[in-house]
């Protein structure tokens, strides 16, 4: 078991784990329950845990790949862990089932995992050819990457690209598969990649890393419907604090940072309508905002681990209830 929890830390670098554990430990001093909705290979959960050794930690990933990893790596705290298979979007049903109300500190950490991108198989990955999968969680009955290639129209495709990957020949790269899928399915990655670079004009691709990177990244939003979590996850996350509660998220491209900016510049902001000469309490902010706009790396970390370079990180300290619904971009109860 500590061979395979070893392993779980060679492959794994918590992206600003130290600074994301100093953001949380101010609401965990005298114990509480912290939420890891990300929960992964466990690497800012074992930290939290070293810090805060009275606190509780509630673990949630979809990935039952990385769970097993996770359990086995926290195993030394096993006494104070409750690890959940979910998505992070599912954070108040799966506080109900263990009869929390609410929590101290909540934790997302975005995106895709070190474990999905290395696992050939699961087809995130466009260095390697594998299955067009890209399933957070492998035993869903969702759609694969390959689903929405084959049976998307143009214009929806086009769509998922641009919005999703911010890709520049989104038209280009839909007409080209659609076109192209007429002969056979799109199956696996080798194929997609070279129909992309082929898109994807050669001044282009001079610069922005690899030319398939953007419609990965795509196909990979769409699949796991990440955006649309986060819209919901976010709020829901505030709305489980205690006044006094943390919560810190790592987002790793401009469309999760702009969700999770809005949240919570939303909860720091005044309610108090135009022209009131004075703030009504139920109209006074109910977050603090702990980041001055979002905290990114350092060089040295970004050095040891290339993939922290687009890592942005926002947090905030509820500072009172409200009795109103949470919406993605307004206030919270």
Do not use: W
Request: proline share 6%; charged share 25%; glycine share 8%.
């Amino acid at each position: 078991m500590a061979g395979t929890a070893g392993a779980a830390r060679d492959r794994h670098v918590p992206v600003l784990r130290d600074r994301c554990v100093d953001l949380l430990a101010p609401a965990l001093t005298g114990g509480g329950v912290t939420v890891d909705a990300t929960l992964g290979m466990g690497g800012h959960a074992e930290a939290v845990l070293d810090r805060c050794p009275q606190a509780r930690l509630v673990g949630i990933d979809r990935d039952p790949q990385a769970l097993d990893l996770a359990a086995r790596r926290l195993d030394r705290f096993r006494d104070r862990v409750d690890l959940v298979h979910a998505g992070f979007d599912e954070l108040p049903a799966v506080l109900a089932r263990l009869g929390l109300r609410r929590v101290d500190a909540v934790l997302f950490d975005l995106g895709v995992s070190s474990l999905q991108l290395d696992e050939a198989a699961r087809g995130f990955a466009y260095a390697v050819d594998a299955p067009l999968d890209m399933r957070m969680d492998p035993s869903s009955a969702g759609p694969t990457a390959a689903d929405v290639l084959n049976g998307c129209s143009t214009a929806e495709l086009t769509r998922v690209l641009r919005d999703y990957g911010e890709e520049r020949f989104a038209r280009r790269i839909a007409e080209a598969v659609v076109r192209e899928r007429e002969d056979s399915p799109f199956i696996t990655s080798a194929r997609l990649v070279d129909l992309v670079r082929a898109c994807v004009p050669a001044a282009a691709r001079r610069t922005g890393g690899h030319p398939a990177k953007r419609t990965f990244q795509a196909l990979r939003i769409a699949v796991n419907r990440e955006l649309e979590a986060v819209e919901l996850a976010v709020p829901a996350a505030v709305s489980a604090l205690e006044v006094g509660g943390r919560i810190a998220v790592l987002a790793y491209h401009s469309l999760e940072d702009r969700i999770v900016k809005r949240a919570l510049t939303a909860g720091a902001r005044s309610s108090t309508p135009a022209g009131l000469p004075v703030e009504l309490p139920e109209h006074a902010p109910y977050l603090r905002l702990l980041t001055r706009g979002a905290e990114t790396p350092s060089e040295e970390e970004v050095a040891v681990n290339p993939r922290a370079a687009s890592a942005r990180l926002r947090a905030a300290e509820r500072t009172r209830h409200t009795d109103s619904t949470p919406t993605s971009g307004g206030e919270a109860p």
